[in-house]
Every structure is written in structure tokens, then in C-alpha cells.
């Protein structure tokens, strides 16, 4: 029950990793406060919480991504209009 | 029908870059610089995978020229749902001349070899700035072709294009088989996720050589220089009217 969960979080942990390498404000910006927010959340054990919090972390990749695209979209406008 | 869809994608310097001209002035710096698939090639891509997902098409096939390093390019393309991919090998000296005449000649001997009915690629690349592949392959095939396309959609046997000109936007309906260029509204090009990643690594790559195709790469252009544009001028103020006339007068320009 608990295992499958971390699995989910694990893969979580990877997908931001991994997005954030092209963080503008830096990758090792974005993955030191990464590591800041799971480590924060370590002890959590209750799997309703646990579940909560990835959806969180999915919310972010979201978040991400449409950053990525509207900063691409945006230079590229004002470039080539 | 063979329901096949070629797709160009370039390797270009990321756009986010700063680029830096080399000090012989002979180009720009590409060792250590990071590179990424060309924003347009990336829209041209996600238009393709988008009509196989709704069955308008059955394969969709990433082509790629260069040297080894746009494997990775083409791996991106498959990660983000092409079929396989097609890597057709110059390097060297030859990458370093290669212009839109030449990738024009290798995609139109492709076309015709794999039996493609359409070929998607992007308008420009964001570091040539040609904006002349898509024409050149569309003219040596013989086929249409709808470039700068904000709309792509399937209509009974023909391709309805809505193409983004300078007064607005212009709607087309051409043949199939046809060449079409994508611009920046096409579509939201999807982010290649992890898992994905993975699966387009047991995804197949052929590779071709140009000789192959029949295809001569030499190019009759020659870059001369590369120059940074001039640095801007600081601006200066001026307290009235009087002083701006007088400053213009200096400048000559009155």
C-alpha cells in the first residue's frame, strides 16, 4: 500500500527533476528546493495526505511545462512576430 | 494512400541561448553550446503526431541531416510520438555548408522513396532564418504546398490549409500529396515525458547517407563573414526643442 505510493512519489521526484533542468532560474536552484520540499514532507505516512501531495507535485509539473511553452511562445513572437 | 507523414526536424542552438560569433569571424560558437530541436520543427511534429492520434494518418516518420550529435534531435521527435526515424549522416565539412537547397534535394529523394503523402516541416530554422526548405522541397516534387500554416485540417480528398499572410489569414484547399510549413499557431507542441523518453529508445533510426539518395551536397554558397550587429548607441536627452533641432543639425540629418 505504502510501496506503491512510493513508487508514485519516486517517479514524481524524477519528472521534476528532470523538468527542472531548464529552470530560467537555474537546475540547481530549482532542484535544491526541490530536495527542500520532499525532504520537508518526509515523514508524512498517512496515504491520503501522501496522495494529496502528489497531486501537488503533478500540479507543478503543469505548471512547469505551460511556463516552458508560454516563455518559448513569447520570444518567439516577439521574434518572428 | 500510404498514409505516411515526413517530418523535418533541425538541430538548431537553443533559443534561449546568448550566441557568440567566433573570433576568426568565420560563424557562430556551437562546441559546448546547448542545442535543441528548432521551435517550428517541434510545432511541425506535434501537428503530425497530432493527426495520427486522430487516424488521419498512419505513420509518422522523423528526418533528420547531420552529424551524429541529431540523434538526439530525432529521439525528441520519437519521444514525442513519431513512429521511427531516419537519420541521413553529413558531417564535417559538408554540415557546415549544408543550406536549404540541399536538405530540400535529400527530403524531395526521401518523399519519393518512402512514399510520403505529406511533409510537415517548420517555416524557419531560428538559426539560418532561411525560410526556404519547405518551397524548395514543394517545388522539386512537383507538389503543393502550404506554407506558414495556422490550420491543418482533412477535407474529403484535399488538405485544407488557413495560412497566416500579412493581411490576415488566407484559406487554401490543396492536393494531396503536398508540403506544409508550420507557424508559430499551429499547435502547442507537448513536452516529451519521461516514460516516453524511454520508449522512444527501443524506436527504430535508419540511416542514410546522401549518396544513398542520389543527392549532391555541395553547396554553391560561401560564407564570406559573420559580423555581430553594431552595438546600440546610447540615446541622448535633450532639454527643448532648440537643443533636439541643434543636435539633429550636428548629426547632419536636418
Known amino acids: 500500500m505504502a510501496n506503491s505510493l512510493r513508487a508514485e512519489v519516486v517517479q514524481l521526484y524524477k519528472t521534476l527533476l528532470f523538468l527542472g533542468r531548464e529552470y530560467p532560474k537555474g537546475a540547481d536552484y530549482f532542484r535544491d528546493r526541490l530536495r527542500a520540499a520532499f525532504a520537508k514532507n518526509k515523514d508524512v505516512s498517512d496515504p491520503e495526505k501522501i496522495k494529496e501531495l502528489i497531486s501537488r507535485g503533478e500540479f507543478v509539473v503543469k505548471e512547469l511545462e505551460a511556463l516552458y511553452y508560454l516563455r518559448k511562445y513569447r520570444a518567439l513572437k516577439k521574434r518572428y512576430y | ?254
Open chain 2, 1 to 254: 494512400m500510404s498514409g505516411r507523414v515526413l517530418v523535418g526536424v533541425k538541430r538548431v542552438i537553443d533559443y534561449a541561448v546568448k550566441i557568440r560569433v567566433k573570433p576568426d569571424r568565420t560563424g557562430v560558437v556551437t562546441d559546448g553550446v546547448k542545442h535543441s530541436m528548432n521551435p517550428f520543427c517541434e510545432i511541425a511534429v506535434e501537428e503530425a503526431v497530432k493527426l495520427k492520434e486522430k487516424k488521419l494518418v498512419k505513420e509518422v516518420v522523423a528526418v533528420s541531416c547531420g552529424p551524429q550529435q541529431v540523434q538526439e534531435t530525432i529521439r525528441t521527435a520519437l519521444a514525442m510520438g513519431a513512429d521511427r526515424g531516419i537519420h541521413v549522416e553529413v558531417s564535417g565539412k559538408d554540415y557546415e555548408t549544408l543550406g536549404p537547397l540541399q536538405v530540400s534535394k535529400i527530403f524531395a529523394a526521401l518523399a519519393k522513396k518512402e512514399q510520403a503523402d505529406l511533409i510537415i516541416l517548420g517555416k524557419q530554422a531560428i538559426d539560418d532564418d532561411c525560410n526556404q526548405t519547405g518551397q524548395m522541397t514543394a517545388a522539386l516534387l512537383d507538389w503543393p504546398q502550404g506554407t506558414f500554416a495556422s490550420e491543418v485540417s482533412f477535407e474529403a480528398d484535399k488538405l485544407k490549409v488557413v495560412r497566416e499572410i500579412d493581411g490576415g489569414l488566407e484559406t487554401i484547399k490543396i492536393n494531396l500529396p503536398a508540403v506544409v510549413t508550420a507557424d508559430l499557431r499551429l499547435n502547442t507542441p507537448r513536452y516529451a515525458t519521461l516514460p516516453n523518453i524511454m520508449k522512444a529508445k527501443k524506436k527504430k533510426i535508419a540511416n542514410v547517407k546522401p549518396a544513398d539518395l542520389g543527392v549532391d551536397v555541395c553547396s554553391r554558397l560561401e560564407v564570406l563573414k559573420v559580423d555581430e550587429p553594431p552595438q546600440r548607441q546610447a540615446g541622448v536627452k535633450v532639454e527643448t526643442v532648440e537643443d533636439l533641432v541643434g543636435k539633429l543639425k550636428e548629426a547632419g540629418r536636418v
